[in-house]
């Protein structure tokens, strides 16, 4: 028997990096995955691609690979109509939802003072309208069942510590926090746990890009990953510049896991010791 085995998940931003490694990880070990993104390959005022339709069934094709059974729809998670959708189709196809991941969010930059409305707007609506959507969708059919479960959201370490030029992110993130502390506490007579995964940079295409590699080294006329990782290694205690996605799924799969039955309302970090060094 798998660690989640007789779980059904929903994961958002599942085309890939964390969340394919977090669709995969949880139907390694037995859960059932209703997976979404919104596979359009890009987005306004994002300036690096996001995941395709063809990412999206590359993660259905590896999770069936491995002997899983998995559900697939395209939604923005700003799209609460196409969202609900989504989450039906999973309900019909497997009778309930119990496990949320909540882990679609996209990045950008720049200092406050030049900050445009519309990239405060778009960070903001993703990661925190967001997560909202694809939380509250589930909720009904979690509460009605009557058998509990577990909500997770990615959060961040910037939503714990200071971080230049992020400011839209931190707010998002930090909002997610406040999301759980009170979903926590109204979700606890139903014995659905939630909880926040915070992790340091993690090596996906959010930030495997020339313009992400040029935050870091603005001085040099085209840096690359490795002029990155070296910005990168002194944010953390452990020697590292940046973790691998199946770190974050490894914490993903806990907190799906009756091995956490007792642990709700909690901002579980997966950073190397970055908060604790940084602030």
Known sequence: MGRVAGKVAFVTGAGRGQGRSHAIALAREGAKIVATDVASGTLPDVVYP???RAD????????????????????????????????????DAFGFIDVVVANAGVFTWGAARDLSWTDWHTVIDINLHGT?????????????RGKGGSIMMTASQIATRGQSNAVAYAASK??????????AVELAPHSIR??????????????LNEPVYRV???DLENPTKEDMDGELYPFHMLRLAALECEDVSNAVLYLASDE???VTSIKLPVDAGSTQKLG
């Open 216 to 218: 870091f080294r603005p």
């Open 50 to 52: 996001i995941a395709s």
């Open 174 to 183: 930090a909002g997610i926090v406040g999301m759980m502390r009170a979903l």
């Open 56 to 91: 999206l069934e590359e993660t259905a094709r590896l999770v069936r690979e491995i002997g899983g059974e998995i559900v697939i729809g395209e939604a923005d998670v700003r799209d609460r109509a196409a969202i609900d959708a989504v989450v039906q189709q999973g309900l």
């Open 194 to 207: 939630v909880n926040t995964i915070h992790p340091s940079t993690v090596y996906t295409e959010m930030i």
């Open 260 to 262: 956490s039955r007792y």
């Open 132 to 144: 909202w959507n694809a939380v509250q969708s589930t909720l009904p059919s979690m509460i009605d």
